[in-house]
T-cell receptor, first 111, second 114 residues
């Protein structure tokens, strides 16, 4: 059974710092891994998706990597801003199967 | 604009009542999902459907029911059998292709039992 874990559950960093959010999964036979952002009381917004054949994806200040052999993905945020404050969730999926989410990391960027 | 519409955004229910949450998508996506979100619990899968007229139970299906009569619609009924229904409910859809399985979410519906 696929389990997805995100550590830490919460993180506070000063504005301008670079930071890394971690996501680990137990079943390396994933099809793709997706990172989402959720603001309080809102739905989820997709940030990046990494297919199993890829090692990383980049969008602006965000970079996500995938290491299937170690069961890990990381989301790197460069030059953090107060607007980056949100909960970040990762989700692992197998082809034609249900998608499993981690519990998320609540990020707070201190002005 | 393509997207997923969930309604209502807020819903209050008395104990013992059934309630139906609406989810409509105009993305032409094959698969649709319902998740429940509680504080500190993350997202838990209730039901999912990969094609019309077919759906599968997720991890916490007890006390819930769904239908998939049209590709665009995947309503969720919270029945009186669900003992703790107060939560934030999220609907999602995805395209099943050989390339990837990309989820798109609606804005959510918050259900409160009085």
């Amino acid at each position: 059974k696929q389990e997805v874990t995100q550590i830490p559950a919460a993180l506070s960093v000063p504005e301008g710092e670079n930071l890394v959010l971690n996501c680990s999964f137990t079943d390396s036979a994933i099809y793709n891994l997706q990172w989402f952002r959720q603001d309080p009381g809102k739905g989820l917004t997709s940030l990046l998706l990494i297919q199993s054949s890829q090692r990383e994806q980049t969008s602006g200040r965000l970079n996500a990597s995938l290491d299937k052999s170690s069961g890990r993905s990381t989301l790197y945020i460069a030059a953090s801003q107060p607007g980056d404050s949100a909960t970040y969730l990762c989700a692992a999926s197998r082809r034609d199967d249900k998608i499993i989410f981690g519990k998320g990391t609540r990020l707070h960027i201190l002005p | 604009d393509g997207g997923i519409t969930q309604s209502p955004k807020y819903l209050f229910r008395k104990e013992g009542q059934n309630v139906t949450l609406s989810c409509e998508q105009n993305l032409n996506h094959d698969a649709m999902y319902w998740y429940r979100q509680d504080p500190g619990q993350g997202l838990r899968l209730i039901y999912y459907s990969q094609i019309v007229n077919d759906f599968q139970k997720g991890d916490i299906a007890e006390g819930y029911s769904v239908s998939r009569e049209k590709k665009e619609s995947f309503p969720l009924t919270v029945t009186s059998a669900q003992k703790n229904p107060t939560a934030f409910y999220l609907c999602a859809s995805s395209v099943l292709t050989s390339g990837a399985n990309v989820l798109t979410f609606g804005a959510g519906s918050r259900l409160t039992v009085l």
